[in-house]
C-alpha cells in the first residue's frame, strides 16, 4: 500500500507539525501581557487635561487615546479596594464629578495601599474607555493594568 520510505517521510513531517503547533499553542496560553513599568508611555497628562480633552471632543479624543499607554498625574480624590483585595486609585479634583479611574494591576498592590486621599500620583496604564454620564453631572475616563509610578 504504502512504500516504506515515503511513509517515513509523512510521518516525520506530521510529528515535526504537530511538535511546533504544540509549541505554539503552549507560549500563546502562557503569554503575559508586559508590564507597565516597562512600558513607555505615549502620552503624559495630568488628569484634568486628559479629562477635558474627553469633555471638550470624545469623538477626536478617543481616537487619539483609547489603546494608548497614558501617564496620568493628578491628586488622589480615593482608593477603592474590591472584595477581591485589587485597588482603584481615583484621580481627579476634589468635589468635582469626573475623574480618571486606574485599576491597578495585581503586582502593584502594595505600592498602592500607600497612597491616601489628597496624596499627588503619577499612574501609567492602558487607557480603554470614557463614559460621559447622559444628565451632565460628570465622567469618567478608565485606565486598567495601572501601574503606580513612585
Known sequence: MFRSKTFKWVLAAVLLLATLGGYYAFTEYNRRAPSMADTRPAFELSSMEVLQAFASNPEESGKKYIDQVLEVKGTVTHLEKDATGF??????????????R????????????K???????TVRGVCVGYSPDDMGLGADLLLNRCYPKE
Do not use: K, P, R
Open 87 to 100: 485597588y482603584t486609585i481615583v484621580l481627579g479634583e476634589e468635589g468635582a464629578m469626573s475623574a480618571v
Open 102 to 113: 486606574c485599576v491597578v494591576d495585581s503586582l502593584y498592590t502594595s505600592a498602592t495601599a
Open 115 to 121: 497612597y491616601t486621599a489628597g496624596s499627588v500620583a
